[in-house]
Every structure is written in C-alpha cells, then in structure tokens.
C-alpha cells in the first residue's frame, strides 16, 4: 500500500510560484497513476491535474491549465507540482493522489491513495 507525503506548500502573493512535492513509500511508484486534487474551504473536492503511470500522458484542469505542470520523478518516487501565475482563488489544501489504473480519472473515486494535504494561500 503505498503512502503518500506532499510538501512545499506556504503563503504566496498572487503571480508569485510554488512547487509542490509528494514522495511515495512504493518501490513500484512507476504503477501508479499519479495526480493532485484540492479543496477550499466550503467547496467539494477538485481535480487539478494528473499524469499516467505511463508517464506520457497528462491532464489538467481548465482553471490550472497553462499555469501548473504536474511532472514526476520515478527514480525518486515522487510527483511534483509547479504553480505559476498563482492566483487567490488557488488557495485550498492540495492532495495528492495515486491509483493503479492505466488513465486518470478526474473524480475522487478514481483515486485509492491520498496524502494527508498541504496548504497553499496566495494573497492578493
């Protein structure tokens, strides 16, 4: 069962850029289909972007797209989020995610593994 440990969330002015990490305990990281959720207060969870375990493919959602870069590292187990162009309406608590299946899903029902979440608030 792999584990997920994100880092590198903090207060930001809008404009400015955060990279977001999550290291995986799994050896088999490269199985996963990896991807970040977030959730602001008083919203439903929402899907940010995604990159299939095949490492090729990604998604985004149409709020983040051309702004955030999901990537991943499989030698180092770990999945990084690059947010540039940060906005206010970016705050929220940002998950990450990982699944075994071959394409990503963009519900969180699609997603078995979840890290505990980490902050992110961008000050207009």
């Known amino acids: 069962q792999v584990q997920l440990v994100e880092s590198g969330g903090g207060l930001v002015q809008a404009g400015g850029s955060l990279r977001l990490s999550c290291a995986a305990s799994?050896?088999?990281?490269?199985?996963?289909?990896m991807g970040w959720f977030r959730q602001a207060p008083g919203k439903e969870r929402e899907f940010v972007a995604a990159?299939?375990?095949?490492?090729?493919?990604?998604y985004y959602a149409d709020s983040v797209k051309g702004r955030f870069t999901i990537s991943r590292d499989n030698a180092k187990n770990t999945v990084y989020l690059q947010m540039n162009s940060l906005k206010p309406e970016d705050t929220a608590v940002y998950y990450c995610?990982?699944?075994?299946?071959?394409?990503?899903?963009?519900?969180?029902?699609?997603?078995?593994?979840w890290g505990q979440g980490t902050q992110v608030t961008v000050s207009s």
């Open positions: 995610v990982a699944s075994r299946g071959f394409t990503a899903a963009m519900s969180p029902g699609g997603y078995g593994y």
């Open positions: 990159r299939t375990r095949s490492g090729i493919t990604t």
């Open positions: 799994e050896r088999t990281f490269s199985s996963y289909t």
